[in-house]
């Protein structure tokens, strides 16, 4: 699979280079298997859950080959994705209740927002959606700029106002605007300064607010970015997300990148939120919606 083959080969590596030359899982090689998850950024409380998992395996069946190994933490690491969001959607869904459908994109600068953003406008294009985009991240001129080029790749249209503009001025106009236009799926970015929570809080909170008044339900989901290549400080970022408002999915981007895509297994488990869609790579086609058992298979073969 496309955008995992660090991680697998990371995983992989590490996962054999605790079992090599073992016929048999003992409490050491289970220590190197919880380093290896932690290492590779499942997160702690993920990792032991799947430890304390493999322990009962091991309890019950003793003699272990790393084939079997291999398999039985695919088993594992699956059903507990399962268990974890039982109702997490496997597939793109694009046919909602709502016209407009309301998205607002969070996350912190440089994440890979503008960019999912755009990959996701021509996921929704494609699905024969009318896309709408909305710049309400009008702090950095830069963002503008960088959304209006991935409108111009998607070919959607984006609403716009001048930089420093009030970003739940620029949210009610999108929203209402895609209203009239009859707009099927409405994407809107938001800011991303993290260093004043309470400020963020007041804003994020003022966009859903006004959206809501244009749009009964809007927004409709709240989408929070992720850059899975820095690890336990994405991990942080989540946490600090969830707390000021109330995300509905998790993107995880440059996972093409990296080796540690256990951020992917741990996240949602920590925060009870799903994993929506993974970003592969910096092109407009380069985003996965996230499939549990494709996204083990492809880590754990
Ligand atoms: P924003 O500040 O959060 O809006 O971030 P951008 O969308 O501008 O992305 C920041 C950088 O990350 C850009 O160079 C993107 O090309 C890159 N990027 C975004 N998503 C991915 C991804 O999934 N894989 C890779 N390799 N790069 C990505």
Same mark, same amino acid.
């Given at each position: 699979?496309?955008?995992?083959?660090?991680?697998?080969?990371?995983?992989?590596?590490?996962i054999?280079?605790s079992i090599?030359?073992k016929d048999k899982i003992d409490d050491a090689t289970l220590d190197d298997l919880e380093?290896?998850l932690?290492?590779?950024?499942?997160?702690?409380?993920?990792t032991i859950e799947i430890i304390d998992r493999l322990e009962k395996r091991v309890a019950r069946d003793k003699f272990i080959t790393q084939n079997e190994l291999q398999q039985i933490m695919r088993e594992e690491i699956t059903a507990l994705?399962?268990e974890?969001?039982?109702?997490?959607?496997?597939?793109?869904?694009?046919?909602?209740?709502?016209?407009?459908?309301?998205?607002?994109?969070?996350?912190?600068?440089?994440?890979?927002?503008?960019?999912?953003?755009?990959?996701?406008?021509?996921?929704?294009?494609?699905?024969?959606?009318?896309?709408?985009?909305?710049?309400?991240?009008?702090?950095?001129?830069?963002?503008?700029?960088?959304?209006?080029?991935?409108? @111009?790749?998607?070919? %959607?249209?984006?609403?716009?106002? +001048? #930089? =420093? /503009?009030?970003?739940? &001025?620029? *949210?009610?106009?999108? $929203?209402?605007?895609?209203?009239?236009?009859?707009?099927?799926?409405?994407?809107?970015?938001?800011?991303?300064?993290?260093?004043?929570?309470?400020?963020?809080?007041?804003?994020?909170?003022?966009?859903?607010?006004?959206?809501?008044?244009?749009?009964?339900?809007?927004?409709? @989901?709240?989408?929070? %970015?992720?850059?899975?290549?820095? +690890? #336990? =400080? /994405?991990?942080?970022? &989540?946490? *600090?997300?969830?707390? $000021?408002?109330?995300?509905?999915?998790?993107?995880?981007?440059?996972?093409?990148?990296?080796?540690?895509?256990?951020?992917?297994?741990?996240?949602?488990?920590?925060?009870?939120?799903?994993?929506?869609?993974?970003?592969?790579?910096?092109?407009?086609?380069?985003?996965?919606?996230?499939?549990?058992?494709?996204?083990?298979?492809?880590?754990f073969?």
């Amino acid at each position: 699979d496309k955008g995992v083959e660090k991680s697998r080969e990371g995983l992989l590596n590490k996962i054999g280079k605790s079992i090599a030359g073992k016929d048999k899982i003992d409490d050491a090689t289970l220590d190197d298997l919880e380093d290896a998850l932690i290492s590779s950024d499942v997160g702690v409380k993920t990792t032991i859950e799947i430890i304390d998992r493999l322990e009962k395996r091991v309890a019950r069946d003793k003699f272990i080959t790393q084939n079997e190994l291999q398999q039985i933490m695919r088993e594992e690491i699956t059903a507990l994705l399962k268990e974890n969001r039982p109702d997490q959607p496997a597939e793109f869904d694009a046919d909602f209740p709502a016209k407009p459908h309301v998205i607002m994109i969070v996350g912190v600068n440089g994440v890979g927002k503008t960019t999912t953003i755009g990959k996701l406008a021509h996921l929704y294009k494609k699905a024969g959606k009318n896309v709408m985009l909305g710049a309400a991240d009008t702090f950095r001129a830069a963002a503008v700029d960088q959304l209006k080029i991935w409108s @111009e790749r998607a070919d %959607v249209p984006i609403i716009q106002q +001048g #930089q =420093n /503009a009030d970003p739940s &001025a620029v *949210a009610y106009d999108t $929203v209402a605007s895609a209203k009239s236009r009859n707009a099927d799926v409405v994407l809107v970015d938001t800011a991303g300064r993290l260093h004043n929570k309470k400020s963020l809080m007041e804003e994020l909170a003022k966009i859903k607010r006004v959206m809501g008044k244009v749009v009964d339900g809007a927004p409709h @989901e709240i989408l929070l %970015v992720l850059d899975a290549s820095t +690890g #336990q =400080n /994405a991990m942080q970022q &989540a946490n *600090a997300f969830t707390d $000021v408002v109330d995300v509905t999915g998790l993107v995880l981007t440059k996972l093409d990148g990296t080796a540690k895509g256990g951020i992917v297994i741990g996240v949602s488990n920590e925060l009870n939120v799903p994993v929506k869609y993974i970003g592969v790579g910096e092109q407009i086609e380069d985003l996965q919606v996230f499939e549990r058992d494709g996204f083990v298979k492809a880590l754990f073969g």
